[in-house]
C-alpha cells in the first residue's frame, strides 16, 4: 500500500523567508502528485499537479518539483507571507481515482 | 467554479443515532469521494462513488455506508454513530481525470 510522508510535521518561519516542505511516498508507479492548502477548520484547496511524466509545476511563488524514481517531491514557497500560513497536504494518486494523503506540514509565518 | 456543499459545518449526535452527512456538487461529476480527517491520522478514504447507484469501499468503510441516488448528491451514514467516530469528515468530486474538488467540511461530535 502506497505510504504518503511529509516532513517537518510543523515550521515556523519569519515572514520573507523561502522554505521546502518535503513530501516522500514508497510506491515510485504513481499517475500523479498535488499538493493541497487547508486553511484550518475548512476543505482542502488545491495547489499544483504534478503529472507523472513532468519534473516541476510553478504556480505564483509556488514551484513543486517531482522525482519519481526516488519517490520523493518538494514545494517551495518563495518569500512567505503571512496568509501563507496553512496546513499542507501531499497527495499521490496511483491507480484508480482515489488519493493517497500525508499527513501534513503546519506552516506558521510570522509578521 | 466548481462548488460542493456539505449539509452541516458543526453537528453534535449522540452515541447509537443515525446520523446522515449530505454532499452536493454542481458540476455533473461521476465520482465522488467522503474522508475523514482526524489528527495524526491525516485523511482516510472512507467510500467513493463512481456513478449513481454505484460505489466502492475505501480504507476505513467499517461503521459507515452511503447513498448515491442522484449524480449530484451522495450521502454518507453512520448506522449507530459511535464516539470514535468523532471526526472532520470531507466531501470531495472529481473532475476527470486529475482535479479533486473538496466541501469545506463537517465536523462531528458524537457523545
Known amino acids: 500500500k502506497q505510504e504518503v510522508t511529509q516532513i517537518p510535521a510543523a515550521l515556523s518561519v519569519p515572514e520573507g523567508e523561502n522554505l521546502v516542505l518535503n513530501c516522500s511516498f514508497t510506491d515510485s508507479a504513481i499517475y500523479n502528485l498535488q499538493w493541497f492548502r487547508q486553511d484550518p477548520g475548512k476543505g482542502l484547496t488545491s495547489l499544483l499537479l504534478i503529472q507523472s511524466s513532468q519534473r516541476e509545476q510553478t504556480s505564483g511563488r509556488l514551484n513543486a518539483s517531482l522525482d519519481k524514481s526516488s519517490g520523493r517531491s518538494t514545494l517551495y514557497i518563495a518569500a512567505s507571507q503571512p496568509g501563507d500560513s496553512a496546513t499542507y497536504l501531499c497527495a499521490v494518486k496511483n491507480s484508480g481515482y482515489a488519493l493517497n494523503f500525508g499527513k501534513g506540514t503546519s506552516l506558521l509565518v510570522t509578521p | 467554479d466548481v462548488k460542493v456543499t456539505q449539509s452541516s459545518r458543526y453537528l453534535v449526535k449522540r452515541t447509537g443515532e443515525k446520523v446522515f452527512l449530505e454532499c452536493v456538487q454542481d458540476m455533473d461529476h461521476e465520482n465522488m469521494f467522503w474522508y475523514r480527517q482526524d489528527p495524526g491520522l491525516g485523511l482516510r478514504l472512507i467510500y467513493f462513488?463512481?456513478?449513481?447507484?454505484?460505489?466502492e469501499k475505501g480504507d476505513i468503510p467499517e461503521g459507515y455506508s452511503v447513498s448515491r441516488e442522484k449524480k449530484e448528491r451522495f450521502s454518507l451514514i453512520l448506522e449507530s454513530a459511535s464516539t470514535n467516530q468523532t471526526s472532520m469528515y470531507l466531501c470531495?468530486?472529481?473532475?476527470?481525470?486529475?482535479?479533486?474538488?473538496f466541501g469545506p467540511g463537517t465536523r462531528l461530535t458524537v457523545l
Open positions: 470531495a468530486s472529481l473532475q476527470v481525470p486529475d482535479t479533486q474538488y
Open positions: 462513488s463512481y456513478d449513481v447507484k454505484m460505489k
